[in-house]
């Protein structure tokens, strides 16, 4: 009796059954919105040449239809970082910045220090999801990942550590589809700043 009472009481399954919704699509029908993405590589030893973790980011933006508006390499200097990435913030083609570099805790890394003051509000679930997507390639060292992101007057402004497959971790798990005003149920081209269609110079 107590069992049959007990699977009569049970309404567990019922409401998994009610809340239950199809996947839904993960591209909507509309016309791709291409953005101006700039790339920061913040670095003592590379060069531009030797820049394969930027580099990564050129190509897989690209690849996507969006537009790189400058690509940059700075030292790892916490004031010449933040002026850089604070002169995007205030420009009015700069939608999105790319930092790639200084997210450790080596007395040189700076980068979340000179980046967190300039944001109005901060991503806290993109360092989370980074860091759980980043446990299959490097296990628990992804707990000495700082990567951040927050939005700043309309751009979105993303630190990452400076190894190329963590570069390649973050777009391809992350940044491909919240760059994509096509994706949902969200993504982060509502909240970036409306860019005009460049004019001739001519």
Same mark, same amino acid.
């Given at each position: ?30 016309? +791709? ?11 003592? %030893? ?10 990564? +980011? ?26 850089q ?15 790639t570099?200084? %997210?450790? +805790?080596t007395?040189?890394d ?7 003051c ?11 999801? +980074? ?12 707990i000495?990942?700082?990567?951040l992101?927050g939005?700043?007057n309309? =751009?979105?402004v ?5 190894? =190329?497959n963590?570069?390649? %971790? ?15 149920p ?7 700043k ?9």
């Open positions: 009796m107590r069992s049959l009472q007990k699977q009569a009481c049970d309404i567990t399954a019922g409401i998994i059954a009610h809340n239950w919704k199809p996947a839904m699509n993960h591209k909507a029908e509309a016309h +791709f919105v291409p953005l101006n993405i700039a790339v920061l590589t913040v670095s003592d %030893t590379r060069s531009l040449e030797t820049d394969t973790s930027g580099q990564l +980011f050129v190509d897989r933006l690209q690849a996507a239809g969006h537009q790189l508006a400058a690509r940059v390499l700075l030292k790892d200097d916490l004031y010449k970082i933040r002026a990435v604070a002169t995007w913030i205030a420009e009015d083609q700069v939608q999105v910045v790319l930092i570099g200084g %997210t450790g +805790f007395g040189r700076s980068t979340p220090e000179a980046v967190s300039l944001l109005d509000k901060q991503v806290d679930g993109f360092g989370e999801l +980074f860091r759980q997507i980043s446990v299959p390639d490097i296990g628990t060292s992804t000495q990942s700082r990567a992101a939005l700043a309309g =751009t979105l993303c630190c990452l550590p400076g190894s =190329t963590a570069c390649r %971790t973050a777009w391809d798990g992350i940044l491909g589809e919240q760059l994509d005003n096509r994706h949902r969200c993504n982060f081209v509502p909240h970036l409306s860019v005009a269609a460049c004019e001739s110079r001519g």
